[in-house]
C-alpha cells in the first residue's frame, strides 16, 4: 500500500489563492449536494435540514457554522449515510466524484458497498470524537482493525509499520500505539482519531466539531495539523462547528446554516468582511473582543496559506 507521503497529489494540489479555490469547487468538485432534505419524522415532523444544495472542490476547506440545532451534523451524518430512525432523507442528492474520474451517487450506495465507501472515499471525524476510543483496547489494536476490515490482504507487519506512520504522521509518538486511550491527553486521542480518518488516504474528510473541549493551545495545533495535512495530501475537508472566528482562520470558504438552510455561502475573507445576510452579521458581532467593539475579534491571520495558519 502507498505510503501517504508518496501519493502523487497533482491532480488535488490546493490553490495558492482563496479565488482559485473557489473556482476550484466549481470546475473540480469532489462533492455535490443538490437539494437535500432531512426530516426527523414523529408525533411533530422537524425539518432538520431544508433543500441545501453545495459543492465542494478538490483539496477545499468548506466551513459549515451555524448555531447548536440548525443542522449541520445531521446533514453531515445524512451525506455518510448514518442518520438512524426517525431521521429520514426525504429529498435530494449527493455525489462523489472521485479522483479516478467516476461519479457515485451516495443515495445508491448501500450493504457492503456503504461499509466500503464510508473510510476509503469519506471519512468522518466525529463530534466528541476524543471519547469515542475504545477505553479497554490498545489504540494499535483499534487502527489496525480498520486495515484488517478494508485491507486484508495487508500483511500484519505492514498494518503495524502503516499505523505507526500515521501517528507520527498527526504528531503522536509511535510508540503510543501500546497505549490505552485513558494513558492519552484529550489532544493526543483527538490527533488518533483523525489519524485513524486518515488510514485509508480518503478524498473527504468531514469534521464535526472536531475541537470541541479542548483548551485554546491544543485548538491552535490541531487546526495547524489540518491545515497542514491538507495541504499536502489535497484531501478536501468539511469543517462542522458554531465558532465562526474559528472557520475564518482556516476556511477557503463558509456556508453559513440557520434553522436546516443555507442562508449564506461566500468566501472566507468577504464573508467576514462584507457578510450579505442579517444573521451571518449577528453572528459576527456575537464574539467579544479583547480590544475594540463587540465582534471585532482579534487574531493573527483570516486563512491558512501553505498549509499554516498566519
Known amino acids: ?146 486495515f484488517s476490515t478494508h485491507r486484508p490482504d495487508m500483511s500484519r507487519k505492514d498494518r503495524r509499520m502503516r499505523c505507526g506512520d500515521l501517528l507520527e504522521r498527526v504528531g503522536v509518538d509511535r510508540a503510543r500505539l501500546r497505549s490505552f486511550p485513558h494513558e492519552l491527553s484529550g489532544g493526543m486521542r483527538q490527533r488518533v482519531m483523525i489519524a485513524m480518518a486518515m488510514a485509508l488516504d480518503p478524498q473527504v474528510m468531514i469534521m464535526d466539531e472536531p475541537t470541541t473541549a479542548l483548551d485554546v493551545v491544543v485548538q491552535r495545533e490541531i487546526l495547524r495539523e489540518i491545515t497542514r495535512l491538507r495541504a499536502a495530501l489535497g484531501f478536501a475537508v468539511i469543517f462542522i462547528t458554531h465558532d465562526l472566528p474559528l472557520l475564518l482562520e482556516i476556511s477557503d470558504r463558509i456556508a453559513v446554516m440557520r434553522e436546516g438552510e443555507i442562508v449564506e455561502l461566500g468566501d472566507a475573507v468577504e464573508l467576514y468582511t462584507n457578510p450579505r445576510h442579517e444573521y451571518t452579521r449577528k453572528l459576527l458581532a456575537s464574539f467579544p473582543s479583547l480590544t475594540g467593539e463587540r465582534g471585532d475579534f482579534i487574531r493573527s491571520g483570516s486563512h491558512a496559506q501553505n498549509g499554516e495558519l498566519v
Open 1 to 146: 500500500m502507498t505510503d501517504l507521503g508518496d501519493r502523487p497529489v497533482s491532480d488535488a494540489r490546493a490553490p495558492e489563492s482563496l479565488s482559485e479555490r473557489a473556482a476550484e469547487a466549481r470546475t473540480h468538485p469532489v462533492l455535490t449536494i443538490d437539494d437535500f432534505s432531512v426530516e426527523y419524522k414523529g408525533d411533530r415532523v422537524v425539518k432538520a435540514v431544508r433543500n441545501v444544495s453545495l459543492t465542494l472542490g478538490r483539496g477545499e476547506i468548506l466551513g459549515l457554522a451555524g448555531e447548536s440545532g440548525c443542522g449541520k451534523s445531521t446533514l453531515a451524518y445524512g451525506i455518510n449515510r448514518l442518520l438512524k430512525p426517525p431521521a429520514v432523507i426525504t429529498g435530494g442528492s449527493a455525489h462523489f466524484h472521485s479522483r479516478e474520474g467516476y461519479v457515485i451517487d451516495l443515495n445508491e450506495l448501500g450493504g457492503e458497498e456503504l461499509r466500503a465507501f464510508r473510510w476509503d472515499k469519506i471519512a468522518m471525524v466525529f463530534q466528541g470524537a476524543m471519547n469515542s476510543l475504545n477505553p479497554v483496547i490498545t489504540i494499535q489494536r483499534q487502527m489496525e482493525d480498520i
